[in-house]
């Protein structure tokens, strides 16, 4: 059974820095592209970040870009996402998902496989 597990998020100040974990049993996340997704409420789910398969290829959502770092551990079929400099507007529930590509879109449909999400809020 495929099962992909966010954890990490929480409440943090504006300024503060959070790294959201997402763990993976059932499939090797080496085999995979990874995505971080995000949703707010009442907006729609924005593609935060992906990595390729081979770690080689990554991309940001340009609100992201320079604040965020996706990164892996293949030993521990880990990925995360680093997230510095944290704005109230980055509040969201963050979802982690292993697929087939990643690409400048960072588009939700090459994703199969999700988790159930990890929240963050960040105050102002």
């Known amino acids: 059974q495929v099962q992909v597990v966010e954890s990490g998020g929480g409440l943090v100040q504006a300024g503060g820095s959070l790294r959201l974990s997402c763990t993976g049993s059932?499939?090797?996340?080496?085999?995979?592209?990874m995505g971080w997704f995000r949703q707010a409420p009442g907006k729609e789910r924005e593609g935060v970040a992906c990595i390729s398969w081979n770690g080689i290829t990554q991309y940001y959502a340009d609100s992201v870009k320079g604040r965020f770092t996706i990164s892996g551990d293949n030993a521990k079929n880990t990925r995360y996402l680093q997230m510095n400099s944290l704005k109230p507007e980055d509040t969201a529930m963050y979802y982690c998902?292993?697929?087939?590509?990643?690409?400048?879109?960072?588009?939700?449909?090459?994703?199969?496989?999700w988790g159930q999400g990890t929240q963050v809020t960040v105050s102002s």
């Open positions: 059932g499939l090797t996340f080496d085999d995979y592209a």
């Open positions: 998902a292993a697929g087939t590509g990643c690409n400048k879109y960072i588009a939700a449909h090459l994703y199969n496989y």
